[in-house]
């Protein structure tokens, strides 16, 4: 691990502060050479993730912004900012846990709307009086081994099965939500294990430990996606899936273990939404795959594939949520909040296919330059 | 040989005689009037001179033939009539005017319909709906459903097809039927002149009788039809009128399509404008003892049957064989990408796993495919990441990527072949042809590839490229590197091959020592069954 510091140098600080034009001598100098200096200011993907990025952190101070002006009273009081950025994070732990594991799946060229469904499936077996009675560890176990169990299932039935993954992962909606409806016989099972509960209610140095297991979740995607094989094959694997496999790399194989992380994501959320909800049903975490992918999408995921990041899809899920506490604390109806998400779904899409058309028209030029 | 040997104006003399039988004119189209001249058509992509001053001649109710290699230019040529392209000088006349198409669309309406081989027809739509398509009969909004069966009966009768019925799903025909239909879609447009591009590709072999008789038909009544096919015999049974091109040139225009000696055709075809610049063989081809690559009766039904093939370490093997001869499909199947139905691969003697992609780059194979954009390349992400598409796993520890050394390496490979832009952070996207080209072969000069399969690896790449990667695949060679390279374009195989396997229709049907083979004798073999006869006589 001690040489992830300094690999990085030339690519990844591309990425973080390419919100002004890079200065690098020596990438520039590059570029000249070529009589194609104005080619850098976007050179690699992560300064192409970057911008996008930016723009969502845009959004997000925008949302503030509408916050400070239609509740300036809340806003004075710098305690309730603090305690509400919580609130937000809070509110946006468990999905924020569902999206990353949808974000691979995403960069891998497929889509899984059994994520809800799997949710509420662990959450189910994990608060069965059976499981309950092996204690925290064995509920957790539960909830990880049930959710990828499901998206071992549903990666199997994609790669080896040959199912669109649409068909595949809408089936698995229905079947998943089903076995919960059966397993809990329709009723709400409390959980009485104070360990799980205490997930949702402990705060450590005054932030909650919901949160921090969103950021550890959050840290441990960028990581996989951006400095491990496994994150070179699912862009690979999403970007171009036959050149993939002519490289030789097993494109079922990956397939399926991007599924199944998608599942051991939900078995995670599973847990932290029953710890808040101290009980889990069939009906728990009912549209969570919408949310997911849509904070995907907004974070700048090609819905095709190949492309996409985790922090983006992390800022996509913080953006929802402050628009629900923004609606919240103007004590909006979330009818109208389902509105305004739906409008800036459209436009997230929207913006990005106008810097996408500028991009191929610049690109378009340079070629017919550069020969 | 290098220059045109007769313009369409001073051909046209002795191709004038050669008009189709006309059976009877219709009012509105004088017989032997020309439709359409091209003069000094140029085109360029970038890097490519796809036509480099193209002549050409058609008048109404003749069936004139393109005749050229792959890479002539035809399709380019076929594009920029049908109006996909622009031509970037050069003046195209259609019915004495001259006119630039701004898209298909205005191409059609002026009455040029083009028949692509793979047919544009959409399959759950019914034969009038397909006929129609796009500018349906309409009152009010509403598409006049009877009228439109009516009119496409009508015109299939006039094809001489009336026994398809109109609202029969296009699906539900046959290649054959689909052609028709195909045909009755730019009868529907009042079309003038037919662009057929071989359009007895998907045919079977009685089939093409049927395709003649209603080429005879549209003839017959005034329509102009620019035919393109490889196969000779063809050209000699409908066409009146043949025009050669050859590297974006017309080479010969005008000439008589049932008496011009196949030599002549051919010689017109080949011998280079271009000049290939091929690396020297070494003086002293030692073969290794043991084969590298071992291949014992590969079959895929349809496809190709009974190939077996040896690939020495060092020595580079070449394929020759027209699209569709089953050279692609072979080589995709000894990589392992499709899986055989007989037959063995072995490398270095050890049988690898039929149909495992995985196994063949274990055993050190490595391929560079012949769609370098939809099978080898992630477009939008760096040349880097794309040359260590296959190794970036070796240079990682404990799963974590390196990199630093991935740069390195790339940076190394970029360096020997000269890739440019330099530097390996661009997206490859941003390259033209040949430089992606090398990045598809330089990703298998990382690890340790024994045995490369390159399919066409010179498409779409400008002359300088080429010669730069003929270099590279000698230098492969001589490290010991085995080669397995399939071209459609002969002079490259000849130049660059020790050993030449000529293909065609799925058997291997010469092998020979390079030095033993000429251009025209490969040629002769590869579209034999035409030429060999048309030699004959």
């Known amino acids: ?371 | 040989m290098t220059e045109r040997e007769a313009s369409p104006t001073g051909g046209s003399a002795e191709g004038g005689s050669m008009d189709a039988p006309l059976l009877e004119a219709p009012a509105d189209a004088v017989a032997g009037e020309v439709v359409l001249r091209l003069t000094d058509v140029v085109k360029t992509f970038p890097g490519v001179r796809a036509l480099d001053g193209v002549q050409l001649e058609v008048r109404a109710g003749e069936v004139h033939c393109l005749l050229g290699q792959n890479g002539a230019g035809k399709s380019t040529l076929i594009k920029v009539l049908s109006g996909v392209h622009r031509p970037d000088t050069g003046q195209v006349e259609w019915r004495g005017e001259p006119v630039s198409f701004a898209n298909p669309q205005a191409a059609m309406r002026a009455g040029i319909a083009t028949i692509y081989q793979e047919l544009d027809l959409v399959e759950d739509l019914s034969v009038s709906e397909n006929a129609f398509l796009g500018h349906e009969p309409r009152r009010l909004g509403f598409v006049r459903r009877g009228h439109m069966a009516r009119r496409t009966r009508q015109i299939l009768g006039r094809l001489g097809h009336a026994e398809i019925p109109p609202n029969r799903m296009v699906r539900a025909l046959p290649a054959a039927g689909k052609q028709v239909v195909s045909m009755a879609r730019a009868l529907s447009h009042e079309a003038r002149l037919i662009i057929m591009d071989e359009p007895s590709a998907v045919l079977a072999h009685d089939e093409v009788g049927n395709l003649f008789r209603i080429i005879r038909e549209l003839t017959a009544q005034g329509i102009a039809v620019i035919y393109i096919s490889h196969r000779l015999e063809e050209i000699r049974e409908i066409g009146d009128r043949v025009t050669v091109l050859k590297d974006g040139r017309t080479t010969a225009a005008n000439l008589p399509a049932r008496d011009t000696p196949t030599r002549d055709l051919v010689n017109r075809m080949t011998g280079r404008t271009i000049e290939y610049v091929f690396p020297e063989r070494p003086a002293d081809a030692t073969p290794a003892d043991a084969d590298l690559l071992e291949v014992e009766g590969l079959t895929r039904a349809g496809e190709f049957t009974d190939v077996s093939l040896r690939v020495r370490p060092g020595e580079v093997v070449g394929i020759a064989g027209l699209v569709g001869s089953g050279r692609s499909e072979l080589l995709e199947t000894i990589y392992g990408a499709r899986r055989p139905e007989a037959g063995t691969v072995r490398m270095a003697g050890r049988v690898l796993r039929p149909g495992s992609v995985g196994a063949a780059v274990r055993a050190g194979m490595g391929m560079a495919p012949e769609e370098r954009k939809s099978q080898a390349l992630l477009l939008g992400e760096p040349v880097y990441r794309n040359v260590t598409l296959a190794t970036f796993a070796r240079y990682a520890r404990a799963g974590f990527t390196d990199t630093g050394r991935e740069r390195a390496e790339a940076d190394r490979i970029a360096e020997s072949l000269e890739l440019r832009p330099r530097d390996v952070r661009r997206p490859v996207r941003t390259l033209s042809g040949g430089n992606q080209q090398k990045v598809v072969v330089g990703r298998w000069l990382l690890g340790d590839t024994k045995l490369l399969l390159l399919d066409e690896p010179t498409r779409g790449v400008d002359v300088g490229a080429r010669a730069e990667l003929y270099q590279v695949i000698r230098a492969l060679a001589e490290r010991g590197v085995g080669v397995l390279l399939v071209s459609s374009e002969v002079p490259e195989v000849l130049g660059l091959a020790d050993r030449v396997l000529v293909m065609r229709e799925g058997r291997v049907v010469r092998e020979a020592p390079a030095g033993e083979l000429d251009e025209n004798t490969v040629l002769d073999l590869v579209m034999a069954g035409s030429l060999m006869e048309g030699a004959a006589a």
């Open chain 1, 1 to 371: 691990m001690s040489d992830v510091t300094d690999t990085s140098t030339p690519e990844r600080p591309a990425q973080l502060p390419a919100q002004s034009p890079p200065v690098d001598p020596a990438e520039t100098a590059a570029a000249e050479q070529r009589g194609a200096g104005r080619l850098s200011w976007w050179r690699g993907e992560g300064g192409e993730g970057a911008r996008r990025n930016l723009w969502l952190i845009g959004v997000l101070v925008a949302l503030i912004v509408i916050g400070v002006i239609t509740r300036p009273d809340l806003y004075g009081d710098s305690s309730w900012v603090w305690s509400n950025i919580l609130v937000i994070l809070k509110l946006a732990s468990v999905v924020g846990v569902v999206t990353v594991g949808m974000t691979f799946v995403i960069i891998g060229g497929g889509i899984d709307l059994s994520v809800g469904a799997i949710v509420a499936l662990a959450g189910v077996w994990a608060t069965t009086v059976a499981t309950q009675s092996y204690g925290a560890g064995g509920m957790i176990f539960c909830a990880l081994a049930v959710g990828l169990g499901v998206g071992l299932v549903n990666g199997v039935l994609i790669s080896y099965g040959r199912l669109v993954p649409f068909i595949a992962t809408l089936a698995m909606l229905v079947a998943a939500r089903g076995l919960a409806a059966e397993l809990s016989d329709k009723q709400t099972q409390v959980s009485e294990n104070t360990t799980i509960n205490g997930i949702a209610s402990t705060n450590l140095l005054g932030i909650p430990l919901l949160v921090y297991i969103l950021a550890a979740v959050v840290l441990a995607g960028w990581v996989l996606l951006n400095r491990t094989t496994f994150g070179r094959r699912t862009v690979a694997v999403g970007g171009n899936p036959e050149a993939a496999r002519l490289a030789g790399i097993d494109v079922k194989r990956h397939t399926v273990l991007l599924y199944a992380l998608s599942g051991l994501c939900c078995g995670i959320a599973a847990i932290m939404l029953t710890a808040q909800a101290t009980s889990a049903q069939a009906a728990m975490a009912n549209l969570y795959e919408l949310d997911a992918i849509a904070a995907a999408i907004i974070g700048g995921t090609l819905l095709s594939g190949g492309r996409g990041t985790i922090i983006g899809s992390l800022l996509g899920v913080i953006i929802f949520s402050t628009i629900t506490n923004l609606f919240a604390i103007n004590g909006l109806t979330t009818e109208a909040q389902n509105m305004v998400k739906g409008g800036i779904i459209v436009a997230a899409v929207l913006v990005q296919q106008v810097q996408f058309r500028s991009l191929t028209q610049f690109l378009g030029r340079n070629r017919l330059t550069t020969n």
